[in-house]
């Protein structure tokens, strides 16, 4: 297996350029290829990509310098290791000086960071990848970035993304351009084709209120990246918001047959509408304590259902399409046990429903309105 995956890997290399993001490393030719891929990846913000092809490069020349950096770079909250521990350990004899200058920036505090990028990268003027980080910060409200991108348009990407976010949330001129953001977005596959491009033109597709566009590039970076990936979750949202009727009307479905068998005092076919993780909290019209419900089994009624009808049900979403509330009217009627005589049934109902691989309940209130009753009390 792992001679067929480097095989793979070396079977791309045709396609890379021959300039790199570090122009000198400390590793054989092949993998300096593979390395400076997995540097484009990194600076690209899609990790995984960059990990993988991080420790492509060390299969192949196991003293990579610029392979290491990639995988101690990438630790985020211990995820692929400390990045501390990593430096303390790291042989760097055979590093070359701008992997060794590399390891100054890692090593600065957040406070230091941006000092010793533009140490670096005036050091070291023509290595993309420092003259990237010195031209990020922010000088009262400028960067140099738009001077980055002409003197390295073949490292431009990343760059371009950190340009559409300044657009977006208003730091290039006096407020947001959604448009000019989308546009800046763009340009990011001039030199770079992957996930992270499409993630960003979604994001800034869903801020502008177009989710059937955003979810159209949020799909295209899920396809890049796998079904398991971090982009899996606002293709979720977007998908949500394109589909909002579709959701509205499976809600509402939901809710009068759940009352259909709250009629029945069905609690099997109930509890499908409860999550056993989380229960449910249930506020009844008969006005008594609201109380909270961890396993749902059949309740003890004093009374007969004749009919009970949902009226005006309007659905209500979260921003992420996780949580809905509804609201509606009931019109009906029941009887009490022993009794002949009905009584008319009339309240106002809120509830709350998440989606944990289907739509569950959460919280439910009911009241009575003036013009009629909730039902019995129990106490």
């Known amino acids: 297996m792992k001679t067929i995956y480097l095989t793979i890997v070396l079977c791309l290399l045709a396609t ?5 993001w570090v122009t000198e490393m400390s590793c054989n030719s092949e993998a300096e290829k593979i390395a400076d891929k997995a540097i484009t990846h990194f600076v690209n913000l899609e990790r995984p990509v960059a990990v993988g092809m991080a420790q492509a490069a060390l299969m192949i020349d196991e003293k990579c310098g610029s392979a290491k950096l ?9 995820e692929y290791g400390s990045r501390t521990a990593q430096l303390e350990k790291l042989d760097t004899k055979k590093f070359t000086d701008q992997e060794i200058a590399w ?8 406070e230091e960071f941006e000092s010793k990028a533009k140490q670096v990268a005036a050091t070291y003027p023509d290595v993309p990848l420092f003259a990237f ?4 910060p922010l000088e009262d409200g400028k960067d140099k970035l738009a001077e980055y991108v002409l003197a390295f348009p073949e490292y431009a ?13 208003g730091t290039y001129g006096k407020k947001p351009n959604m448009q000019k953001a989308i546009e800046t977005a763009q340009k990011i596959f001039l030199s770079h084709d992957g996930p992270n491009g499409h993630d960003s033109i979604a994001e800034h597709y869903a801020t502008n209120g177009d989710y059937t566009k955003a979810f159209e590039h949020q799909v295209k970076a899920l396809d890049y990246a796998g079904t398991g990936s971090a982009y899996s979750y606002n293709a979720q949202i977007y998908y949500g918001h394109t589909n909002k009727t579709a959701l509205t009307d499976s809600i509402a479905s939901k809710t009068k047959q759940r009352i259909k068998y709250q ?9 499908q509408f409860y999550s056993d993780k989380l229960g449910m909290i249930g506020c009844n019209s008969n006005m008594e304590p609201c109380e909270f419900y961890s396993s749902f089994e059949e309740e003890d009624v004093n009374h007969t259902w004749n009919r009970w009808d949902v009226k005006d049900l309007k659905v209500y979403f979260s921003l992420d399409m996780k949580t809905a509330v509804t609201t509606f009217d009931n019109d009906g ?9 009905p009584i008319a049934y009339k309240t106002r109902a809120s509830e709350v429903w998440f989606y944990d691989n ?6 439910s209130n009911f009241a009575p309105l003036a013009i009629g009753s909730g039902v019995p009390q129990t106490r």
């Not at 390891?103 to 957040?110: C, D, K, L, Q, T």
């Not at 009627?333 to 005589?341: I, L, N, P, V």
């Not at 289907?358 to 919280?363: A, N, T, Y």
């Open 16 to 20: 890379l350029a021959s300039a790199q």
């Open 70 to 78: 990639v995988l101690i770079n990438s630790a985020m909250g211990g």
């Open 103 to 110: 390891i100054s920036v890692m090593s600065a505090s957040n």
């Open 133 to 136: 980080w010195a031209s990020v």
């Open 157 to 169: 990407s990343p760059a371009y993304n950190i340009m559409s976010y300044r657009y977006a949330d």
């Open 263 to 271: 009629m029945k005092n069905d609690s099997e076919k109930l509890k």
């Open 333 to 341: 009627e029941y009887t009490m046990k022993g009794s002949d005589e």
């Open 358 to 363: 289907g739509w569950k309940l959460m919280h």
